[in-house]
């Protein structure tokens, strides 16, 4: 309290709060909710070094009980305080269709005798989705990133390969959500998403929160059960049942209801940090439909999982 004091003066009165023990202290727009943590009478407040501030509220006005807050906040409010509960992958034959996001924040309130309580509220995200659309289902990003290179070029020709872009693609990181988004230069729109596990031994590992995904997957069943002959490929029929990917799912397991339409041999990714090497070493990544799966090959974990718009290919 003598912090308090020493910067907003010392010209308010401190009265006792509606909560059993605490102090309210009010100025103009903002009031502290005092707690004493040492032994003695609530009568007894001549040592204000006893005072600490447990709970702070700023609001427009001059009467914390008059202060009011919309019914309804978008998440861009919540100042990167919206947290992932649950990111749900909706596929439609071999294609990812959206993203459905499961987020939970804290609600803000302006009762000083009430804890604040956790809202929970879903946002839909899509290929082709503008800046404008990304802002207002998620807020402002953690960080924006800028590629200074595209790899891809390898596979143009010689004298395209010469041509330096003008404008650079750009990802947002919500580092909360564990999630990356891709737009293009061109459109401003998204042609990428990147969903990170924070997995140890991970290069990006405690950078991310972990992105709790549920991708479905077809599971593959051959219809002959004669396991001694050769089954070939057209001979597969799929269940109607789903195999869920999750931040969880070993790469052993993921691999057997996806190794009769998948890339079998990975593409090595090295990442390399100057000055300071990349101590992880390799990773591995598996293509499968519109996924790319990122493989910590040592532990056969999943590192990361992009999702990508075919149209966009030649691109990323």
């Not at 609001?59 to 509960?85: D, H, I, M, R, T």
């Not at 051959?222 to 790469?251: A, G, H, M, R």
Request: hydrophobic share 35%.
């Amino acid at each position: 309290m003598q912090e308090v004091l020493r910067i907003f003066g010392s010209t308010k009165p401190l009265a006792p709060a509606e909560s059993d023990g605490d102090y309210q202290l009010t100025y103009r727009g903002i009031t502290f909710i005092l707690r004493r943590f040492s032994t003695g009478s609530r009568e007894s407040i001549d040592s204000k070094s006893d005072l600490l501030a447990t709970r702070l509220f700023i609001y427009l006005g001059s009467n914390l009980a008059e202060a009011k807050v919309p019914v309804e906040l978008p998440s861009a409010c919540y100042l990167q305080n919206v947290f992932l509960e649950r990111l749900e992958v909706n596929r439609s034959v071999n294609s990812t269709t959206d993203l459905t996001l499961h987020l939970v924040a804290q609600d803000l309130n302006v009762n000083p005798t009430r804890e604040p309580q956790i809202r929970r509220f879903t946002r839909s995200l899509t290929f082709g989705d503008s800046v404008q659309d990304v802002l207002s289902a998620l807020g402002s990003p953690s960080r924006v990133f800028y590629k200074t290179e595209d790899k891809m070029k390898i596979h143009l020709p010689q004298s395209h390969r010469l041509v330096q872009p003008r404008k650079s693609d750009y990802f947002f990181n919500y580092f909360p959500l564990g999630l990356d988004i891709l737009f293009d230069a061109q459109t401003h729109e998204v042609m990428k998403f990147v969903l990170h596990t924070n997995q140890p031994g991970e290069y990006t590992f405690n950078t991310y929160y972990r992105c709790l995904f549920e991708i479905p997957i077809p599971i593959v069943k051959s219809s002959k059960e004669n396991t001694n002959s050769e089954i070939d490929e057209t001979d597969n029929v799929l269940n109607e049942t789903k195999y869920l990917v999750t931040p969880f799912s070993k790469w052993s397991d993921v691999r057997q209801h996806l190794i009769s339409s998948m890339d079998t041999e990975p593409v090595v990714i090295y990442r390399e940090s100057k000055p300071q090497q990349n101590p992880f070493g390799p990773t591995h990544a598996y293509g499968y439909q519109d996924i790319i799966f990122e493989i910590i090959p040592t532990s056969e974990c999943i590192a990361s999982v992009t999702l990508y718009t075919p149209i966009h290919l030649s691109k990323t």
